[in-house]
């Protein structure tokens, strides 16, 4: 993203390389529609308008190039070369989630494979465990002593599922009509936690939206943070909230405890990701309108001049404060508790224990921050360092957090069976950033005040105009492709591959099922012409 | 490196590295450490001495397994029984942990090592000490009785192809074949 198009741009305004640029210029647009003045920077500005808009990307931060408003350049050139922003801007953004959604594929399939033949297998798990189970390069007598609890921990498990399974295949029809009636009734009231959620995220969007308007200076310093970060606390509260709900009722459901952690996490995974679909669905709402505020320009030009630096504003905020959560839970919640259980003997506190380092929510949260550094990229251009500078200090918090305070938890997550799935959590995380983008980028109108996509009605207009300026029959080429006499006909064939390969797989297994048969037989001969050979040997 | 008594001859290396699966540099750090257990005087004839079983403990990478007892016993030559290895013994050893031995001599030993009444055979009472030793020494570690039984059920299901309550040799090394994680745990570098 920074290569291709926040380099060209710094370069050409400073005229290095002997460059220049052509500024966009507002074609055939209602005037009123490309006032924008970003308020709070004028006149005296107090110091800790600076903090907030450090935290919250307005005032001197938003006509930067962090965000979307910055890129007013519609072509630049280097000597001969003319180089075309607005393009650039789109397929880059494009490319980089293209990528991303390639290299998450080619992973996750990987580990498809592994887990796919590993649960093939149920006919070995015991003797692996037991006979491959220790590792004998162990020096350690304290690394020994935990991969004896974990051993006896997974065998106990195993076990437990087992018996569970047979209980579940005795049932009577009586005992499974109450669970299913049990689980309906829970599933109902998860639902309604999460309405519950979205509609308070929702609220508390627009109430901050509404308030963010009012002029800055009235309100305190607090009051003004709080206004601006509220829909992030609220989404952080919920993210909190409902995983300690879903892992209290999940006891009542009576599954088998694999699929009962899957099924907490799935739940845990669909509630931090419709919470970010909710704050965008409550934007969108505001800046598209349905009545004559927005007929002019066609989206709401008085509440947001810049709506695309507005969301990324959003976008760069969660981030921030998601960074600042982390931060703070190391700091103020493990720390002290590692200090209050080494030290103070007290009977609760030493019953709650230490941290345990528990992998799937940390998984999670690393899920949460990529995909809001994705769906931000298009807004806010430097989000991606940002989320890399961030990571990488992340790490660093939670290596240290977790060597100074944690205990080892008990339940071993197989990490390989595992990776496919939080590989899948990921590439949900990717397709939802997907939507906005796709819907944003074809829908809305594209803000005339700022921006790079000035003259054009919508963002994804920019590619038929630069189509068009292609030699003829390159044109015919793309506009073939894009057509839908192409697209059925591709699509048709695709679908015909995938159940090629699936009846093909299907084909596959079907043989190892035959071929552990033949060996079991076998066996069976060997035994009964042994038999008949003592019989022999015994009437000679 | 010194040219003192405690160096191994070469020709003998040589020798060493063609018996078993060990390379040139194994050997020499087997060497090394080895004399590292005997006393300063016992070092000059170190090819002929013996280790006791309690030195042999004190190495870091069997002091923490629960099989310690097992190994030494299995590839202990001593007519004594005690457990005590000399110098080719331990190289025995290394050889058959070593990354390049092959699956069938791993499997080979892992049986014999599980084969805690050394019958040929690992029948239930193997089993369950098998069992107790992975899952850690000490009443609260262990799995209960009925625990115990269904695991072993459920082995022997998986593992006895002519279902006599027992593994034989030829049984256990199908399973070993089939098992993923064995080449990577069935391992001791120095």
């Known amino acids: 993203m920074f290569s291709f198009i926040t380099l060209p741009s710094t370069i050409s305004q400073y005229g290095v390389l002997n460059s220049s640029y052509v500024k966009v210029s507002p074609k055939g647009i209602e005037p009123q529609c490309t006032i924008y003045t970003i308020s709070g920077t004028k006149g005296l500005v107090y110091f800790y308008t600076y903090i907030i808009d450090l935290l919250s990307g307005t005032g001197f931060l938003e006509m930067t190039s962090l965000f979307y408003g910055y890129y007013r350049i519609d072509m630049v050139h280097f000597n001969a070369i003319k180089y075309n922003l607005p393009l650039a801007y789109l397929l880059t953004t494009l490319v980089y989630l293209s990528l991303s959604l390639i290299w998450i594929v080619k992973r996750s399939v990987e580990g498809f494979k592994q887990s796919f033949v590993r649960e093939e297998d149920p006919f070995q798990s015991y003797c692996n465990k037991i006979f491959a189970g220790w590792d004998f390069c162990i020096t350690d007598l304290n690394a020994s002593r935990l991969k004896h609890s974990s051993l006896k921990y997974e065998l106990k498990t195993d076990l437990e599922e087992e018996r569970l399974r047979q209980k579940k295949a005795r049932r009577t029809t009586e005992e499974k009509l109450r669970i299913y009636c049990l689980r309906i009734f829970l599933n109902i009231f998860v639902l309604a936690l999460l309405s519950g959620c979205f509609y308070s995220i929702y609220k508390a969007t627009v109430y ?333 | 490196m010194g040219g003192s008594a405690s160096q191994l001859p070469r020709d003998l290396l040589g020798e060493y590295q063609e018996l078993t699966f060990l390379t040139k540099q194994e050997i020499v750090l087997a060497h090394k450490r080895f004399s590292e257990l005997l006393s300063k005087e016992e070092r000059e004839s170190i090819l002929q001495k013996r280790v006791p079983k309690s030195k042999i403990l004190t190495l870091p990478e069997l002091r923490a397994n629960p099989f310690q007892d097992r190994i030494c016993r299995v590839f202990s030559t001593s007519e004594d029984e005690d457990g005590s290895m000399s110098f080719e013994d331990f190289l025995d050893m290394l050889s058959v942990f070593s990354d390049s031995a092959t699956s069938e001599i791993k499997s080979h030993y892992a049986f014999r090592i599980f084969d805690f009444d050394d019958d040929g055979t690992l029948d239930r009472k193997d089993l369950e000490k098998l069992v107790n030793c992975l899952t850690g020494e000490g009443d609260e570690t262990r799995l209960s009785e009925s625990e115990m039984d269904q695991l072993i059920e459920n082995i022997l299901e998986e593992s006895d192809i002519d279902k006599d309550g027992t593994i034989n040799l030829s049984e256990f090394q199908h399973v070993i074949s089939r098992s993923p994680d064995f080449a990577s745990s069935f391992k001791i570098v120095l």
């Open chain 1, 208 to 540: 901050s939206q509404e308030n963010i308007s009012n002029v800055i200076s009235k309100m305190t310093f607090e009051g003004n943070l709080f206004v601006q970060y509220l829909p992030s606390i609220v989404i952080t509260l919920a993210n909190f909230i409902a995983p300690l709900f879903f892992s209290y009722i999940i006891r009542f459901e009576e599954y088998s405890p694999a699929f009962e952690i899957r099924l907490t996490l799935m739940r845990c995974v669909f509630v931090r990701l419709a919470n970010i679909g909710v704050l965008l669905f409550s934007l969108g709402n505001r800046i598209v309108c349905a009545n004559e505020k927005c007929k002019a320009c066609g989206y709401n030009y008085e509440l947001y001049p810049c709506w695309e630096s507005r969301v990324g504003q959003e976008m760069y905020k969660l981030m921030i404060f998601d960074f600042i959560i982390i931060f703070a839970v190391a700091v103020f919640v493990d720390f002290p508790r590692k200090l209050l259980v080494t030290y103070c003997s007290y009977k609760p506190i030493q019953w709650c224990g230490l941290q345990k380092f528990q992998i799937p929510e940390n998984v999670l949260e690393i899920v949460y921050g990529q995909t809001i550094c994705w769906i931000g990229t298009f807004y806010s251009p430097l989000l991606p360092a940002i989320a890399t500078v961030k990571y990488f200090i992340v790490f660093y918090i939670k290596k240290i957090s977790l060597m100074h305070t944690c205990r080892p938890s008990k339940k071993s997550v197989r990490a390989s069976s595992s990776n496919f799935f939080f590989l899948a959590v990921l590439l949900i995380g990717l397709i939802l950033a997907f939507i906005p983008l796709g819907l944003s980028m074809t829908r809305i109108r594209s803000s005339k005040a700022c921006g790079p996509f000035v003259n054009f009605n919508r963002s994804w207009d920019v590619v038929p105009h630069t189509v068009e300026g292609f030699p003829g029959a390159l044109q015919k080429v793309l506009n073939g492709i894009a057509s839908e006499a192409f697209a059925v006909p591709f699509f048709v064939v695709i679908c015909l591959i995938m159940f090629y390969f699936i009846a093909l797989a299907g084909a596959h297994k079907r043989v190892v099922d035959q071929l552990r048969e033949q060996l079991v037989m076998e066996s069976r001969d060997k035994q009964f012409l042994i038999r008949k050979l003592t019989e022999a040997q015994k009437r000679s």
